[in-house]
Every structure is written in structure tokens, then in C-alpha cells.
T-cell receptor
Framework: GAVVSQHPSWVICKSGTSVKIECRSLDFQATTMFWYRQFPKQSLMLMATSNEGSKATYEQGVEKDKFLINHASLTLSTLTVTSAHPEDSSFYIC?????????????FGPGTRLTVL | DQQVKQNSPSLSVQEGRISILNCDYTNSMFDYFLWYKKYPAEGPTFLISISSIKDKNEDGRFTVFLNKSAKHLSLHIVPSQPGDSAVYFCAASAYTGNTPLVFGKGTRLSVIA
């Protein structure tokens, strides 16, 4: 149980285009989903916290107009990288926190590798 | 300002020996600590956790020790196996509601056969 999927697993796009990444909790409902970004040889950097039915909370330094997050249901959150540029190339990972579970419980998706040419 | 620190970026251990991965934290509000294992191009997978009310938690080959006064925790893997080779992230949370985990930078463990 507690499976989180991400789609696509990898994507290559041209500079200036927008890319949407989906994060789904497959066998549980998640009130909160988190979006992380990982640069090579670095830690997971939290980008934003997404709560179902409300606006996402972005971490300092993350442009909310560039990284659009939608959490329309208890099983789906999407991250849209708008007008992507090569510096947005990274590994994006989501995690989901089940409803009524402890604050420390998060299940991670497999990640999405974005390459912007 | 890094709240969770893993000062060793890499560690090499021979198969069968003990691997010890260290983690330090600065935020005294943290009361729950987790270790995640991550293979390249995959998401982190949960390994083991410990609450601040304990000083040790064991699960098979994995044991986590917590020293609250020193704000230090460590993950022991014994015996180490080649399949344990991965990046290990230490994470911490403060049980204050919808707070995200704070991750360290990770330690790359290589277990040599």
C-alpha cells in the first residue's frame, strides 16, 4: 500500500514550453502533497506544500508564477513548469501525506526527470 | 542555514562490516527523525524512523540512534550488503501540523563486495 505515482517519469522539452507533471496517490487519499526538486549531488529541496482545495504554499525563492501547483482532489496534484528554461532541468519528486496520518508520514513518488533544451 | 546536516557526502564500507551514517540537526523543535534511501533516478524510500521520546529504534539490519542532547542521530547498517549502496537522507520534522520534512544533503554509501 501507500503508492505514489508520477507521470511522466521523464520529459524533454524545448525552452519556452510548459510542462505538466502529475502526482497521484494510488491507494490512499492525501490532504497534503509536497513538491521537491533535486539537483545532482544535492539534497531534496522543498519547493511547495500543496493542500487539497487551497492554494499552495511556496518556499522562499520559488517563483509561484513559474511553478504552478494545483491540488484539485485528494489523490492528484500537478506541477506545471511554465516557460521552461534549461536551468529548470532537474529531478522533480512529489510526496503525499495520507489523510489523518502523523505529520511525519510522507510517501514519495518515483520522480520526474525534466530536461529543457 | 541548514537545519539538518549530513557532513559526510560519501562513505565506503566493505561487505559484511558495519556502516554508520551520521546526521546532526540544529532545530530543537524537531521531534521526529527519519532515514530515507534513494537510488539514482528514483524517489526516496522510507527506511526507519525514531521519535524524540526514544533513543534507539531497530528494524532488522538497520538501527537508528538518537542523542537529543547532542542533536545527533546515526543510522547503523549491519551487516552491510552491496544492495545497500545508495544515497541515504536524514530527515526531520516538528510535529506541529502540516509541516514538511527537512532533509539533509545525503550520504552516498558504497558497499564493496
Amino acid at each position: 500500500g501507500a503508492v505514489v505515482s508520477q507521470h511522466p517519469s521523464w520529459v524533454i522539452c524545448k525552452s519556452g514550453t510548459s510542462v505538466k507533471i502529475e502526482c497521484r496517490s494510488l491507494d490512499f487519499q492525501a490532504t497534503t502533497m509536497f513538491w521537491y526538486r533535486q539537483f545532482p549531488k544535492q539534497s531534496l529541496m522543498l519547493m511547495a506544500t500543496s493542500n487539497e482545495g487551497s492554494k499552495a504554499t511556496y518556499e522562499q525563492g520559488v517563483e509561484k508564477d513559474k511553478f504552478l501547483i494545483n491540488h484539485a482532489s485528494l489523490t492528484l496534484s500537478t506541477l506545471t513548469v511554465t516557460s521552461a528554461h534549461p536551468e529548470d532541468s532537474s529531478f522533480y519528486i512529489c510526496s503525499a501525506r495520507p489523510v489523518l496520518r502523523a505529520a511525519d508520514t510522507q510517501y514519495f513518488g518515483p520522480g520526474t526527470r525534466l530536461t529543457v533544451l | 542555514d541548514q537545519q539538518v546536516k549530513q557532513n559526510s557526502p560519501s562513505l565506503s564500507v566493505q561487505e559484511g562490516r558495519i556502516s554508520i551514517l551520521n546526521c546532526d540537526y540544529t532545530n530543537s523543535m524537531f521531534d521526529y527523525f527519519l532515514w530515507y534511501k534513494k537510488y539514482p533516478a528514483e524517489g526516496p524510500t522510507f527506511l526507519i524512523s525514531i521519535s524524540s521520546i526514544k533513543d534507539k529504534n531497530e528494524d532488522g539490519r538497520f538501527t537508528v540512534f538518537l542523542n537529543k542532547s547532542a542533536k545527533h542521530l546515526s543510522l547503523h547498517i549491519v551487516p552491510s550488503q552491496p544492495g545497500d549502496s545508495a544515497v541515504y537522507f536524514c530527515a526531520a520534522s516538528a510535529y506541529t501540523g502540516n509541516t514538511p520534512l527537512v532533509f539533509g544533503k545525503g550520504t552516498r554509501l558504497s558497499v564493496i563486495a
